[in-house]
């Protein structure tokens, strides 16, 4: 038997694997599911082996194919810091880090460690919706936010790696009748109404964020409100609006607010590194490296007991294999 095995094969096998669904594997791969399938019955003739159980309501490796599956992998990925390697693009990466103040520029300040800069040009948006939508369009290639609140179509032509949980928090005048808690009870934000960014198209995913956390709990959304650009003008609507906002504990400090963590339960607001599907850059790799520095040294990743996280978070990123 030939020991050289075509790596679109093994790709077609990991993704099988990490999907459990031919049809999602087909949509991440960007592939016909016919060819998929083909591909997969080559790898297994090629092995000699059935490397998946199929029935008409699941697909499950079998032993043979858990057994593949780390080989496979480790392949893959020495497949591909071999492009990276020999295919790097020049011109400097251009990344949002969606705010001076936010996981992302923490990312990307621990990338510019000056030993190893490759070049990049920073970016400000308010929201990952509008971010991601320049990704699939070439005029941005790397942004950070929740991936769970995107389009299923634009979601097809990114890639993603959770980076941390942020944990969420209200952003409250400082002589609202909560600002004296050094932490909010969910139940305590009853009957009121918080800002979470309905109305700026860009910031969507935050806004669906916001919904899901508020159902059930008595807790208002403010109405739409047109996009407020600009750090200043943020705060002059909300102190002149006297809202609460529903925002994370990476935030800006605002003159006349105070931010409390939300307890009972822990919301956990995730944010991944977003980019475009098949980009490869030197830049690229030093975000990854940060990514795993950082996560490591500040246990990023790391759920808190009594958390909560939307249902379709728990399912994407649940089931996210960690990458580089």
Known sequence: MSRDIDPRLLRAF?????????????????????????????????????????????????????????????????????????????????????????????????ARRPDLEPEFVVRYHSGLTGAATEIADGRLDVSFGRVAGLDPVVLAGLEHRLVRYERAAVLLPEDHRLAPLPRVPLEALAGETLYAGAGNPETAEWTDYARRLFAGRGIGLAEPFPKIEGEEEFVRTVRRRRWAVLASDVFIELPGMVLRPLVDPVPLAPVSLVWRRGLRHPGLDALHRAVRRLGEAEGWRERPRGFWLPEPDERLLGAAPAVR
Do not use: K, M
């Open 14 to 110: 990991v993704a099988v694997a990490d999907e459990l669904n031919f049809t999602r594997a087909a949509a991440r791969l960007f592939v016909a599911q016919q060819a998929l399938s083909r591909d997969v019955r080559r790898l297994e003739e090629r092995l000699g082996a059935a490397l998946f159980v199929r029935t008409t309501r699941r697909v499950a490796p079998t032993a043979e194919g858990e057994r593949l599956l780390p080989y496979a992998r480790r392949v893959l990925a020495a497949h591909d810091e071999l492009n990276a390697a020999t295919v790097r693009e020049e011109r400097p990466l251009i990344v949002d880090v969606r705010a001076p103040v936010a996981t992302g520029r923490r990312v990307l300040d621990e």
